[in-house]
């Protein structure tokens, strides 16, 4: 696998307060590579599923490569509608194994969403673990079974605020050898 360049995270929509710098300054820490982040603009009604009043996150996903990601780095595109994969009811993001981009979507997040106050501290470090997760795919790490690593399975928001946004050790070491 050719070594990365950098990591482009995109916004499609508007996430308030630039979420997306102030998350790339983590992500670059976490993967020690350049983040660059910008806005992207793309049409997301036709990955709507109206049986399913969500969006198709494998469509979006291979749309996002097709159109925004390049060959010499990772690219994260940011979403703000509730994304689905046939087997799945929801999920938080999608990534291609080993591959060049991810997607997140910042949907289900909030506290708000769960009756709860909202907490902008809570929703930014439940993207950021979600970006560090969809981007450790990328690089080829699987889902991991220490709960406190970042790459541990999150089913529930519950379960993104009970891990770390960091790699656990093996997890570092796998990754150190991917890039």
Partial sequence: ???PEHITLISFGYFGDNLPVKIGHDIES???IPVTTKEGHLDVSEFYNSTRNQYDGNLLLKEVENRFAANTHKTLALFNVDLFIPILTYI???AFLKGRCAIVSVYRLRNERYGIPSDEVVFQER??????HELGH???LIHCM???CVMHSSTYVEDIDQK???FCGKCKTELKHAK
Avoid: N
């Avoid at 993207?127 to 560090?132: C, H, N, R, S, T």
């Fill in 92 to 94: 938080f993001g999608q």
């Fill in 146 to 148: 220490d709960p406190g």
């Fill in 164 to 166: 770390s946004r960091h």
């Fill in 1 to 3: 696998m050719m070594k």
């Fill in 30 to 32: 976490e993967f020690l």
């Fill in 127 to 132: 993207v950021l673990k979600e970006v560090i």
């Fill in 138 to 140: 990328t690089f080829g």
